[in-house]
C-alpha cells in the first residue's frame, strides 16, 4: 500500500516531457509526479548514445532517491538510446518505461498504412520506430525525417510564431509526406506546434503524439500492479538543471497558474 502512494518520476531534455505530464494527470487524477527537465543539456538529439545515458542514468538515479513508483523517459531520443541500458541496470528497483512502443501499438491498432515521422536527429538515426513497426509484424510504410530545429525553437517559446511557420514549411514541404496517412510527432515537444502541423496539412492527415498512448500504458502498468493511487497524496514537484523563462511560462500554461520550480544541478 505504502508504495502506491509514491509520485511517478518523470523526465525529459527540457519542456516537451510536460506534455506527457499533463496527459499522465488527466488520465491518474489521483496520483502525482515528480518532474525533471534537463534543461542545462538540451537539446538531446544532438547528443551521442553514449553522453544521453550518461545524463539519463544520472536522473533517474535522482528520481530513485526520492522515491519514486515508476519512472517515464519522456523523451523519444533518450527512449530510443537509453530505455533498454536503464532497465538493464535498474530492473530490480524501479520500472521504467519509454515513450515509444506505446504509439506504435496504438497506431497499429488504428490501422495506419502510410506513416510519417518527423523527430531529432537521435531518434531517426536509432531506426527504433521501424524496427518496432517489424518487431510487431507490421507492414506499415514508414518516411521518416530529422527536424532537429523544432525543439529547440519550441525550447524558446517561438511556438504560433513566424518562426514556427516558417520552419514547418521548410520542413513539411518534403514531398515524402505528401501521399501519408498519418503523421508521428515523435519528439515530446512538438505537441506544443500540434496544430500548427494540423493546419500546414489542412486537417487531411491524422496526427499521432506520444503523450496519450503513454498515459494509457501506464495506467495500465499501475493497475496490474496494485500501485494506483486510491487518494492523492502530495503535490506534483518540478525540478530543472538550469532555470529557463520558457520552462516556467510552459508550465505555467499547462498548469493554469505559477509553478513553483526548483534548480537542480546532477553530479556531471
Known amino acids: 500500500m505504502y508504495k502506491a502512494?509514491?509520485?511517478?518520476?518523470?523526465?525529459?531534455?527540457?519542456?516537451?516531457?510536460?506534455?506527457?505530464?499533463?496527459?499522465?494527470?488527466?488520465?491518474?487524477?489521483?496520483?502525482?509526479f515528480i518532474y525533471f527537465g534537463d534543461t542545462l543539456h538540451m537539446p538531446y538529439g544532438d547528443r551521442s548514445p553514449e553522453v544521453i545515458r550518461g545524463y539519463c542514468r544520472q536522473i533517474v538515479e535522482?528520481?530513485?532517491?526520492?522515491?519514486?513508483?515508476?519512472i517515464i523517459i519522456a523523451c523519444n531520443s533518450a527512449s530510443a538510446l537509453a530505455a533498454?541500458?536503464?532497465?538493464q541496470l535498474y530492473w530490480q528497483e524501479v520500472e521504467i518505461m519509454g515513450v515509444i512502443r506505446p504509439v506504435i501499438q496504438e497506431m497499429i491498432t488504428q490501422h495506419v498504412e502510410k506513416l510519417g515521422?518527423?523527430?531529432?536527429?537521435?531518434?531517426?538515426?536509432?531506426?527504433?520506430?521501424?524496427?518496432?513497426?517489424?518487431?510487431?509484424?507490421?507492414?506499415?510504410?514508414?518516411?521518416?525525417?530529422?527536424?532537429?530545429l523544432l525543439a529547440p525553437m519550441i525550447e524558446e517559446g517561438l511556438f504560433d510564431s513566424e518562426v514556427s511557420k516558417a520552419?514547418?514549411?521548410?520542413?513539411?514541404?518534403n514531398p515524402g509526406f505528401s501521399d501519408r496517412d498519418a503523421i508521428l510527432l515523435a519528439c515530446t515537444h512538438y505537441p506544443l506546434i500540434k496544430n500548427e502541423i494540423d493546419a500546414f496539412f489542412n486537417g487531411r492527415k491524422s496526427i499521432f503524439d506520444n503523450a496519450g498512448p503513454l498515459a494509457k500504458a501506464a495506467k495500465k502498468y499501475l493497475s496490474e500492479n496494485r500501485l494506483l493511487a486510491?487518494?492523492?497524496?502530495?503535490?506534483?514537484?518540478?525540478?530543472?538543471?538550469?532555470?529557463?523563462?520558457?520552462?516556467?511560462?510552459?508550465?505555467?500554461?499547462?498548469?493554469?497558474?505559477?509553478?513553483?520550480?526548483?534548480?537542480?544541478?546532477?553530479?556531471?
Open 117 to 148: 515521422i518527423i523527430g531529432t536527429h537521435a531518434t531517426i538515426q536509432s531506426g527504433i520506430y521501424p524496427l518496432l513497426a517489424q518487431e510487431y509484424h507490421s507492414e506499415m510504410d514508414i518516411f521518416q525525417m530529422a527536424t532537429p
Open 84 to 87: 533498454g541500458y536503464l532497465r
Open 230 to 268: 486510491e487518494n492523492r497524496m502530495g503535490e506534483n514537484r518540478f525540478y530543472v538543471s538550469a532555470q529557463t523563462p520558457h520552462f516556467a511560462k510552459t508550465a505555467s500554461m499547462f498548469y493554469g497558474g505559477p509553478v513553483e520550480i526548483e534548480t537542480i544541478l546532477l553530479n556531471n
Open 5 to 32: 502512494q509514491l509520485p511517478i518520476g518523470i523526465f525529459d531534455s527540457g519542456i516537451g516531457g510536460l506534455t506527457v505530464a499533463k496527459a499522465i494527470e488527466e488520465a491518474l487524477p489521483h496520483e502525482h
Open 62 to 70: 535522482f528520481l530513485i532517491q526520492q522515491p519514486v513508483k515508476l
Open 167 to 173: 520552419l514547418l514549411h521548410q520542413y513539411l514541404s
